[in-house]
């Protein structure tokens, strides 16, 4: 019996052995492939690191080159030195190849990859806009390509490629945090598996210990662990209950949400229609009040000057240059219309701010009358901004405006103009102070509002100060306004100060213009207007010029009287008006250029949106209505240079 007994427990330790074996044996495998896989892991992170890096490096270097490449285009441009045209031909190869490379390191990457082939498509772009202002600079075009150089320098498409430039280096950037991450895990993981890859030893014996042990309680563990199994699947079943339970509360206090969103939209969208027609009233009134007064202007002093014209020509013509006056107030007012509504680009310029507000303070001490002291503190010495003069003058004015309704027509108003020293002026303020009644926290909540005003009905539009701060947003600063009831307001417009390159650059281009304003030859042009009272004051305003024109009242007959013109030495330039019945005229430009490829095109619009419908009009100028002789005289000067020397229509 003590044999059959000794012998089951000799059966017993070789069977338990032989399990240990196995399981030691188990455990070296699954660390030796464990600490294989991890060092695996790590190294791909490495890689995928160098990889991410690489990408960010050409990203860069991309960027550099192309900045590299158009400031050597801007001095070539400018001192025509084949140096440095060679320098930018250099420079933009060198960023092809930049560009080649990221194309095919972000091959693995859909959404890196389709960064890149916007940013391919930009810089195929870019590149034509660049090369064109090249060649014109190899041909020694000084004017030209400094235009032209120009022109791309404040192309939309810069803002795009350098987007583009961010966009990918901030998502790269994103994934190689990413890979940072994983690599520093893998890291980890590797160190854990050489950690326990030496601790295998010392648990080999607490392995073996814990193995005897466990095969005594494997049988007791697995009774406890069918009672907890039977206990564990009845509690699943109340759990499944409870569950389905508060899932059908879910629904239903979605759906009731549902409806609640539907019944806010509904009611925001009867708001926003109401609010809507509240300010297209407000709207219409004031420019209504504002345009009755000027036309006013403009009928009275038209029809006292048909009666003096005989009798009192002094007379006549003081009524006429007052109407004049008036249609350019009119002219005036549209335009800032369109300025805040975005529809008319802003026109800037090099602009010395204390010249122009000294200049322009006696208009405003006419405007605000002789009640209120103006102050003059202008401590802004030479600093000159690139802003549109008009616009400023504009925002200067509403400004005085409304500070002399708040002191009710008598009191104190002081511009002033500061600079920061501490950043070597790098912006400059121009504060509007006043002694009036001051503001509200609630009128000062709503002061930028478009079509909020104070004033009674029919005597402001509210668009006065919202014109201030589109202007000095469009203008890349800011505005910024404190006000205290009973003392006084102060309004602060801030512009970033012109660059001294920039300067020079619009004071050489300022001495081109002035160089070019030299008698023009007699063209022969085309008129093409619907309208018949527009189409003769054009024709006479054309003729007055010096000019040859022949009118035409309808797009249609257009390609008529150019071929007919033919035997004649053909049309150097076309006048077209953009919105005609029938026939636009984009379309009809489009229909001659397929049969005259040189004709020279010049637009003229009244229509606000038309404007920036830049790829309707081609590489065309495009002169908005109303328009002064003056005006109409440089487009086709400026329309004429386009022209081949030489050059004119032919079959």
């Known amino acids: 019996m003590e044999n059959e007994t000794e012998g089951r427990r000799e059966r017993l330790r070789f069977w338990l052995t032989i399990g240990l074996g196995a399981i030691l044996t188990g455990v070296v495998a699954a660390l030796v492939l464990l600490l294989a896989r991890a060092n695996d892991n790590y190294d791909r992170s490495l890689g995928w690191q160098a990889h991410s890096l690489e990408v960010i490096s050409q990203t860069r270097s991309l960027d550099a080159a192309l900045a590299r490449a158009e400031a050597a285009l801007g001095r070539f441009a400018v001192g025509l030195q084949k140096e440095d045209g060679r320098v930018y031909q250099q420079q933009w190869g060198l960023s092809q190849q930049y560009l080649t490379l990221l194309q095919r390191n972000v091959r693995d990457n859909p959404k890196q990859a389709a960064l890149v082939k916007k940013l391919t498509d930009e810089l195929s772009r870019r590149g034509e806009q660049l090369g064109d202002a090249a060649l014109s600079a190899n041909y020694r075009q000084t004017v030209a390509a400094i235009s032209k150089y120009n022109a791309a320098g404040h192309d939309a498409a810069l803002i795009r490629i350098d987007r583009l430039l961010s966009d990918l280096i901030r998502n790269e950037r994103t994934i190689l945090t990413e890979r940072n991450r994983v690599a520093a895990s893998d890291r980890a993981n590797l160190n854990q598996a050489i950690l326990l890859f030496s601790l295998l030893g010392a648990a080999a014996a607490i392995i073996a210990i814990a193995a005897t042990v466990s095969l005594v309680r494997a049988e007791g563990e697995r009774r406890v662990a069918r009672r907890e199994q039977f206990f564990e699947a009845d509690r699943a079943m109340l759990l499944e209950a409870a569950v389905e339970d508060r899932t059908v509360e879910l629904a239903e206090a979605n759906d009731a949400l549902r409806s609640e969103m539907n019944e806010r939209e509904a009611a925001e969208a009867q708001l926003r229609q109401a609010q809507k027609m509240e300010a297209v009233g407000q709207l219409t009134g004031g420019i209504a009040h504002d345009f009755n007064n000027m036309l006013a202007v403009v009928v009275g002093g038209l029809e006292l000057a048909q009666r003096l014209v005989v009798t009192a020509p002094e007379k006549a013509l003081r009524h006429m240059n007052n109407a004049m006056d008036g249609a350019n107030r009119a002219a005036d007012l549209t335009r800032r219309l369109l300025a805040f509504a975005r529809s008319e680009p802003a026109r800037p310029e090099i602009m010395v701010v204390d010249e122009c ?192 024109a022949v009118a035409c009242a309808n797009p249609l007959d257009a390609e008529r009287l150019v071929e007919g013109r033919l035997a004649e030495g053909g049309f150097d330039l076309i006048l077209s008006d953009v919105l005609m019945p029938e026939l636009t005229g984009p379309e009809m430009v489009a229909q001659l250029k397929q049969r005259w490829p040189e004709l020279s095109v010049l637009f003229l619009t009244g229509y606000a949106g038309d404007a920036s419908e830049i790829a309707a009009f081609g590489d065309h100028d495009v002169l908005r209505k109303p328009f002064t002789l003056s005006a109409l005289d440089l487009a086709i000067r400026r329309s004429g240079e386009a022209r081949s020397e030489g050059q004119r229509l032919a079959s």
Not at 366 to 390: E, F, H, M, P, V
Request: glycine fraction near 10%.
């Open 357 to 548: 507000i000294a200049g322009f303070a006696e208009l405003i001490e006419r405007t605000i009358g002789d009640r209120i002291a103006l102050t003059l503190d202008l401590k802004a010495g030479g600093l000159a901004c690139w802003i549109d003069r008009q616009q400023f003058e504009n925002a200067l004015l509403n400004l005085a405006v409304n500070a002399r309704d708040a002191m009710d027509g008598h009191g104190l108003l002081t511009i002033r103009t500061l600079h920061d020293d501490r950043e070597k002026a790098a912006a400059l303020a121009v504060q509007v102070i006043d002694t009036g009644c001051g503001m509200s926290a609630e009128v000062l909540e709503r002061v930028f509002d478009p079509f909020y005003t104070t004033k009674p009905a029919g005597q402001g539009t509210g668009l006065g100060m919202s014109q201030v701060f589109a202007f000095c947003r469009q203008s890349d600063g800011e505005v910024q306004i404190s006000s205290t009831e009973g003392e006084g307001t102060s309004v602060a417009m801030l512009f970033p100060v012109a660059r001294p390159e920039v300067a020079s650059l619009s004071q050489a281009d300022a001495g081109g213009d002035t160089a070019e304003a030299a008698p023009a030859e007699a063209l022969s042009i085309l008129v093409v207007e619907d309208d018949k009272r527009v189409l003769a004051a054009t024709v006479d305003a054309v003729e007055e010029l010096g000019h040859n």
